[in-house]
């Protein structure tokens, strides 16, 4: 158990809906990263925040937006769904802001299926 | 830009030893991840190299040439339970997050 939780563990839903993930970082970590993982295209890195700011952005697209709230847990929002958003969305919590020395943890992840 | 290649899948034999390449080139250098990911779970953190050479952990060393952009993740006395991906990682972009590669899946034999 890496101490990062997410919510929920599956979610079903159709195209064109709209989805919130949920993640509660380590205890003490301010940092939070968000990454999708398809079967075809292995890991990618969406967003990171530090401390309620974003601070890092990958290949998210625009439909997609996330925040991390003072208590520390961010939301990850995916809007007008297609099939091909369909995968495993993993977020993980570090410490610190920078990824050198600087181990992330992952929580279980989040399955969504688009229909 | 950042090009991560591993090779995509590999076999061994339990007891035995193996060695899994990763080759990049980033513009951001601060060190390189591996992290080990079972089926359908989270990655987990495996080791972590700023320096050149080689860093030992139990039956897992992982090795590090910044000059050639090369890296090895070196499983000894394998175990059935080491089949898995495993994900290298050189940070980039202002050292902010992480860009994994596509990983190599080992599958371990009796």
């Known amino acids: 158990d890496s101490g990062v939780t997410q919510t929920p563990k599956h979610l079903i839903t159709a195209t064109g809906q709209r989805v919130t993930l949920r993640c509660s970082p380590r205890?003490?970590?301010?940092?939070v990263y968000w990454y999708q993982q398809s079967l075809d295209q292995g890991l990618q890195f969406l967003i990171q925040?530090?401390?309620?700011?974003?601070?890092a952005k990958g290949n998210i697209l625009e439909r997609f937006s996330a925040q991390q709230f003072p208590d520390l847990h961010s939301e990850l929002n995916l809007s007008s769904l297609e099939l091909g958003d369909s995968a495993l969305y993993f977020c993980?919590?570090?410490?610190?802001?920078?990824?050198?020395?600087?181990?992330?943890?992952f929580g279980p992840g989040t399955r969504l299926t688009v229909l | 830009g950042q090009n991560i290649d591993q090779p995509t899948e590999m076999t061994a034999t339990e007891g035995a030893i193996v060695q899994i390449n990763c080759t990049y080139q980033?513009?951001?250098?601060?060190?390189l991840f591996w992290y080990q990911q079972h089926a359908g779970e989270a990655p987990t953190f495996l080791s972590y190299?700023?320096?050149?050479g080689l860093e030992e952990k139990g039956r897992f060393s992982s090795f590090l040439s910044r000059s050639k952009g090369y890296s090895y993740l070196l499983l000894k006395e394998l175990q059935m339970k080491d089949s898995a991906s495993y994900l290298c990682?050189?940070?980039?972009?202002?050292?902010?997050?992480?860009?994994f590669g596509a990983g190599t899946r080992l599958a371990v034999h009796p």
């Open positions: 993980a919590s570090s410490v610190a802001l920078l990824v050198g020395d600087n181990e992330q943890f």
């Open positions: 205890s003490g970590d301010l940092s």
């Open positions: 925040y530090y401390n309620g700011e974003e601070r």
């Open positions: 980033t513009s951001g250098f601060n060190g």
């Open positions: 190299n700023v320096l050149d």
């Open positions: 990682a050189p940070p980039s972009g202002g050292y902010n997050k992480l860009i």
